[in-house]
T-cell receptor, first 114, second 112 residues
Framework: GNSVTQMEGPVTLSEEAFLTINCTYT??????LFWYVQYPGEGLQLLLKATKADDKGSNKGFEATYRKETTSFHLEKGSVQVSDSAVYFCALKSSSSNTGKLIFGQGTTLQVKP | DAEITQSPRHKITETGRQVTLACHQTWNHNNMFWYRQDLGHGLRLIHY???????NKGEVSDGYSVSRSNTEDLPLTLESAASSQTSVYFCASSNTNTGELFFGEGSRLTVL
């Protein structure tokens, strides 16, 4: 079945460091891929998405490229800030699904220190 | 502004009690979802609905039920709460099939 695997956390970085959070998926066809972010005490919110191979999603300085050949959608940011401290979830929507239902990874906690 | 609200935000109950978590959205979205969030498991889908009178089981539906009598609300009921149901519960909605979900702030449930 379809699944999403994220790198183990927590990830601890100093401010202005480069961030990579790995995400790989298993799915048939061409799923849509998403990154959601959960700030402390809040619900999840969409950070970025990509709907086809080689698409790059971007928002708030974060980027992720849909790599069909490696079944990956790694999240990157060139210079993190303390305010980026949150839990990040990778997710997919199957191409065969017309229901809007998402499959989420385990989540990766990012802590940025001043 | 349109929004999605959950209540209660925190609840402590005892094993065997019935518990209902409320979810209300004002976007007029057709699709609504309930997830639970647990350390090491991420988000797991409990139940979902694509419209009034429609309900479907997710991957961890045992011990839970939902009903959809109108567009705005999808209450989640634990018929007989168990300690394994201690978790944070998130309600979400969407009006398209694009995968963008709008989440509530969560309900933290503790079953003693």
């Amino acid at each position: 079945g379809n699944s999403v695997t994220q790198m183990e956390g927590p990830v601890t970085l100093s401010e202005e460091a480069f961030l990579t959070i790995n995400c790989t998926y298993t799915a048939t066809g061409y799923p849509s891929l998403f990154w959601y972010v959960q700030y402390p005490g809040e619900g999840l919110q969409l950070l970025l998405k990509a709907t086809k191979a080689d698409d790059k999603g971007s928002n708030k300085g974060f980027e992720a490229t849909y790599r069909k050949e490696t079944t990956s959608f790694h999240l990157e940011k060139g210079s993190v800030q303390v305010s980026d401290s949150a839990v990040y979830f990778c997710a997919l929507k199957s191409s065969s699904s017309n229901t809007g239902k998402l499959i989420f990874g385990q989540g990766t906690t990012l802590q940025v220190k001043p | 502004d349109a929004e999605i609200t959950q209540s209660p935000r925190h609840k402590i109950t005892e094993t065997g009690r019935q518990v209902t978590l409320a979810c209300h959205q004002t976007w007029n979205h057709n699709n609504m979802f309930w997830y639970r969030q647990d350390l090491g498991h991420g988000l797991r889908l409990i139940h979902y609905s694509y419209g009034v009178q429609d309900t479907n089981k997710g991957e961890v539906s045992d011990g839970y039920s939902v009903s959809r009598s109108n567009t705005e609300d999808l209450p989640l009921t634990l018929e007989s709460a168990a300690s394994s149901q201690t978790s944070v519960y998130f309600c979400a909605s969407s009006n398209t099939n694009t995968g963008e979900l709008f989440f509530g702030e969560g309900s933290r449930l503790t079953v003693l």
